[in-house]
């Protein structure tokens, strides 16, 4: 049994509900997601929960951030058991818009985070964080959060989230949260559902690639390249699995690195058949 929560469908109604909790001071917590809800979001949203008098989750799968060639059609989608789910998580509001609602036809404005959105990521999949960045600045401005959670899982993401409300001066704090994992280590991730049970085993590689990473780090290695090298090894190990990239970069510019001192972010895309899979870690002395 979860609590009383509440499905919003309309912007209208999803503004006029924010506005009655901000005029009486009342801090929103905020969580957006593509749906199909696993414990990685949950996480986020237990954290907003504790954090904030009001909690809004929303579900879009939004089409400007996917490419021409990408999975926007057939991604997983399962609204009955995600609104259970936020409704047992204590979420008060569920916005779920329309994408005709969201991007009505003559739509055309649309926020570039530059630097940010160029590497890893931003290289293989063009224009995705234009369009991340876009439906986020729009959900922030319809729900006009205090806060907003998002998953270290989507590093860059962060980082470009975190340059866009710096440059555009926004009233919102971002708060990142800790990768939530499966008992073998794989990222959760609503994409993992495309995997078959092969697939599903030989994903772990993307995690012994990063503990493969954090133990070079440990030793003390500072080649670049001696990381990549370890990491592609594991991953090339599984007959499956085709890296997408392999990076060893600065943890706030996200540019390469070719020696590393105090901290790294290691950072992978792979592809697992035709499931395309990222995960990261951030090494640092302890
Ligand atoms: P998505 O629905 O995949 O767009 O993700 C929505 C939010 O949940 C983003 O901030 C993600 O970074 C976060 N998220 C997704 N998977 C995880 C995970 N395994 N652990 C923590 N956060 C996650």
Sequence with gaps: MGN????????????????NHIKRGNSIGFVPTMGFLHEGHLSLIHKAR?????????????????????????YPRDPDADSAKCSQ??????????????????????????????????????????????????LFN???PSVAYFGMKDYQQLQVIKAMVR???????????PTIRESDGLAMSSRNSYLSSE?????VCLYQALLEAQALFQKGEQRAQKYIEAMAARI???????PDYISLVHPQTL??????????????AVRIGKTRLIDNMLLEAQ
């Design 167 to 177: 440059d555009l001066d926004l009233d919102v704090k971002i708060e990142p949260c």
């Design 89 to 138: 998580a204590g979420v008060d509001v569920l916005f779920m818009p329309d994408a005709s609602d969201m991007y009505p036809s003559g739509y055309q404005t649309y926020v570039e985070v530059e630097k940010t959105s160029g590497p890893l990521c931003g290289a293989s999949r063009p224009g995705h964080f234009r369009g991340v960045a876009t439906v986020v600045l729009k």
């Design 199 to 203: 697939e599903r085993i030989q994903a």
């Design 255 to 268: 540019e390469d690195l070719k020696i590393v001192n105090d901290r790294a972010l290691a950072a992978l």
């Design 50 to 74: 504790a954090e904030n008098v009001a909690v809004v989750t929303s579900i879009f799968v939004n089409p400007t951030q996917f490419g021409r060639n990408e999975d926007f059609s057939t």
């Design 236 to 242: 090339l190990k599984e007959p499956s699995a085709q």
């Design 4 to 19: 009383y929560m509440e499905i919003l469908i309309s912007i209208a109604d999803m503004k006029k509900w924010s506005f």
């Design 142 to 144: 319809i729900i006009r």
